[in-house]
T-cell receptor
Framework: DTEVTQTPKHLVMGMTNKKSLKCEQH?????MYWYKQKAKKPPELMFV???????INESVPSRFSPECPNSSLLNLHLHALQPEDSALYLC?????????????FGPGTRLTVL | EDQVTQSPEALRLQEGESSSLNCSYT??????LFWYRQDPGKGPEFLFT???AGEEKEKERLKATLTKKESFLHITAPKPEDSATYLC???????????FGQGTRLTINP
């Protein structure tokens, strides 16, 4: 299995809702990432997990809460989002974090906040 | 300041018309340059990794090259299915993340 999967593909939520995004990989990678991408812009890093520990938080607002329950799974919990948080949320993984190497991206979750 | 600049921002070609995309970088120490292809509404798809000046990688109609200041993605005899946004990203020595360029939107007309 050489892919990163993300669910759901699309999500529409109100500003008072609580929802979660899920990401899974079975490549044995020990680094996993969350990115946010707005239209016609490159991906922006949000969080990095290395060996299931949060290693980077790029000053992301607390309404985004990441979780890494095990080495294959990464969640992003969403609460009290704003309309400007609407974007494509991408998960990625790589064999190791600091050793370099390419990142493998999932298909993304298209999030719309009403 | 570490910077990655891609040009052109958008490129429209006829099918079969070869061209090159540019990724220039100003970084303190390159630890890898990555090319990705991204279709609308989808995640980036990995294409190539280049680590040192002079290195070249090829895949079908695409060829990536690297110098000390820039990388080129050459596309030979493109087809409409090559239409996508091509992203360049660099990993910098001591840095803990990829720095992405703004991308080049490539359109191949039949």
């Amino acid at each position: 299995d050489t892919e990163v999967t993300q669910t759901p593909k699309h999500l529409v939520m109100g500003m008072t809702n609580k929802k979660s995004l899920k990401c899974e990989q079975h490549m044995g990678h020990r680094a996993m990432y969350w990115y946010k991408q707005k239209a016609k812009k490159p991906p922006e890093l949000m969080f990095v997990y290395s060996y299931e520990k949060l290693s980077i938080n790029e000053s992301v607002p607390s309404r985004f809460s990441p979780e890494c329950p095990n080495s294959s799974l990464l969640n992003l919990h969403l609460h009290a989002l704003q309309p400007e948080d609407s974007a494509l949320y991408l998960c990625a993984s790589s064999p190791l974090w600091l050793a370099g190497g390419q990142q493998f991206f999932g298909p993304g979750t298209r999030l719309t906040v009403l | 300041e570490d910077q990655v600049t891609q040009s052109p921002e958008a490129l429209r070609l006829q099918e079969g018309e070869s061209s090159s995309l540019n990724c220039s970088y100003t970084v303190s120490g390159l630890r890898g340059l990555f090319w990705y292809r991204q279709d609308p509404g989808k995640g980036p798809e990995f294409l190539f990794t280049l680590y040192s000046a002079g290195e070249e990688k090829e895949k079908e109609r695409l060829k990536a090259t690297l110098t000390k200041k820039e990388s080129f993605l050459h596309i030979t005899a493109p087809k409409p299915e090559d239409s996508a946004t091509y992203l360049c990203a660099v990993r910098i020595q001591g840095a803990q993340k990829l720095v992405f360029g703004q991308g080049t939107r490539l359109t191949i007309n039949p």
